[in-house]
């Protein structure tokens, strides 16, 4: 979207939705049909609940510890991300290049989350309304994506100024990030600062490659792991539940990338030409 509009001035809602539908929704169509073609088959059974939220991109909310829902437990975080596009690119296109509001709005959200997970570990919140405050609850990740936000904002806006700062603080700025990173996990404070920790590494690797910590990145088989990460993703779970040989279970990790590949070859590809019509040129 800030590329759109730094070349062209404003930006298409319309076109930037085909393009995210036709970036999702080919995979993930096809992860769900195979879903219910194993479900049809007697393997594994999903209940209606969990249907509709896998078709509305809800399946964050109401989670349960059943084995049913270990199939598809992993879309949690595609729900997450999925409406926040809805609300997102809105804003981003009503905070019309104004750097300062879309910081604040960023900020405010930033703000919104960390109350939220207050909230939530108080239990101060109306019995009726607990599944806004489960542990994968949008309204406790909105965080972790505003600081990518930021990220990207500031990366567009005042790339120079990072890369001087990174630069001059590279030493002490490394460590942090790698702490924020592993301390919130051993301490159970929540993804958002982890997320802080991985944007700070992110820009250093953009601003900073020729560091050596950044270098391996580069590394083909890093890049192609980074190509098929979507597929990975969508498909790793079924891999590892329906995996059929539990004496060598250790097969179902090397069988992930293949089902990636074949996921990547036949299921992206063949649309990269049809989104790229719907960008400006």
Not at 233 to 249: A, E, S
Request: aromatic share 18%; with cysteine; hydrophobic share 55%.
């Amino acid at each position: 979207m800030l590329k759109e509009e730094n070349e062209f001035g404003s930006i298409s809602l319309k076109h930037f939705y085909i393009r995210r539908a036709l970036r999702i929704l080919p995979v993930y169509v096809a992860c769900i049909i195979l879903m219910a073609l194993v479900q049809i088959a007697g393997i594994s059974a999903q209940r209606g609940f969990i249907w509709l939220q896998l078709l509305t991109f809800t399946r964050n909310f109401y989670q349960t510890a059943s084995p049913e829902c270990l199939l598809s437990a992993h879309f949690w975080s595609l729900a997450v991300e999925e409406q926040f596009y809805l609300v997102w690119p809105v804003v981003f296109v009503l905070l019309a290049r104004s750097l300062r509001r879309r910081i604040c709005f960023l900020i405010f959200m930033v703000l919104l989350s960390v109350a939220c997970h207050i909230i939530a570990l108080l239990g101060s919140y109306n019995r009726h309304l607990f599944f806004l405050f489960e542990e994968n609850s949008t309204f406790l990740f909105l965080d972790s994506i505003a600081y990518g936000c930021l990220g990207a904002i500031l990366l567009d806006a005042k790339a120079e100024s990072l890369k001087r700062f990174f630069k001059k603080f590279f030493i002490p700025l490394f460590p942090l990030s790698c702490l924020l990173l592993l301390i919130p996990e051993f301490v159970g404070l929540g993804a958002g600062m982890q997320s802080l920790g991985y944007i700070l590494l992110l820009l250093q690797s953009v601003l900073a490659p020729e560091f050596k910590p950044f270098k391996l990145l580069n590394h083909p088989w890093l890049v192609q792991i980074g190509v098929w990460s979507y597929s990975l993703y969508i498909w790793q779970q079924l891999v590892y539940v329906l995996w059929p040989f539990p004496k060598v279970w250790f097969l179902a990790f090397p069988m992930t990338f293949v089902v990636a590949w074949i996921s990547y070859n036949f299921l992206e590809k063949p649309f990269f030409a049809l989104r790229s019509r719907f960008r400006r040129h």
